[in-house]
């Protein structure tokens, strides 16, 4: 079964300081993608960034990033330019790219502090 | 579009009584979620569907746990009798497709405590 490990609980960062959260994942597909949502304290869940496994290019969103090492299964994501607003929960996800099961699979999130 | 819509967004009720969870997802999505977010277990899949079927049920805890779909534009979790372990918020989220890197659009969550 696949497992998503988010081994940072919480972070805190500077604001406009630059800040990385990790994720780990352990799966035996090949062919996947893979999630990073933002849960603010409104409960809301938003999609911050996707990548696409079979694309060794990282995936960028303005200020956020990845840095996505397949081999080490490894995935990590870049804040830059932090902002108070960028205070939240995140969580890293995992889907199967084929098959009928089509859910996320999230780790246990990392809460980051923005301190101004 | 106005996105997934839940209702209600908080619910409190006694052990032993019924509790309906109301999910209305984004018009043309085949796909709907419900997860159960919980400080212990994290986010975790409950049951999901395609075109109103049910696909996955293998997440719900028991039969206390019951889900529908009658329609394209609405899903019903309920949970009968509740305990307080049932206390979590639930989060009803829709796609356009299951696969791939398609988004799953979530909702506010409706936060439920059982006392």
């Known amino acids: 079964a696949q497992t998503v490990t988010q081994s940072q609980p919480e972070m805190s960062v500077q604001e406009a300081e630059t800040v990385t959260l990790s994720c780990t994942y352990d799966?035996?597909?090949?062919?996947?993608?893979l999630f990073w949502y933002k849960q603010p304290p409104s409960r809301q869940m938003i999609l911050v960034i996707r990548q696409e496994a079979y694309k060794q290019q990282n995936a960028t969103e303005n200020r956020f990033s990845v840095n996505f090492q397949k081999a080490a299964k490894s995935f990590s994501l870049k804040i830059s330019d932090s902002q108070l607003g960028d205070a939240a929960m995140y969580f890293c996800a995992y889907r199967r790219s084929r098959g009928s099961q089509g859910n996320l699979i999230f780790g246990k999130g990392t809460k980051l502090s923005v301190k101004p | 579009d106005a996105g997934v819509i839940q209702s209600p967004r908080h619910e409190v009720t006694e052990m032993g009584q019924e509790v309906t969870l109301r999910c209305k997802p984004i018009s043309g999505h085949d796909y709907l979620f419900w997860y159960r977010q919980t400080m212990m277990r994290g986010l975790e899949l409950l049951i999901y569907f395609n075109n109103n079927v049910p696909i996955d049920d293998s997440g719900m805890p028991e039969d206390r746990f019951s889900a529908k779909m009658p329609n394209a534009s609405f899903s019903t979790l309920k949970i009968q009798p509740s305990e307080p372990r049932d206390s979590a918020v639930y989060f009803c989220?829709?796609?356009?497709?299951?696969?791939?890197?398609?988004?799953?659009?979530f909702g506010p969550g409706t936060r439920l405590t059982v006392l």
């Open positions: 989220a829709s796609s356009l497709t299951a696969r791939g890197g398609n988004e799953q659009f």
């Open positions: 799966t035996s597909e090949s062919d996947y993608y």
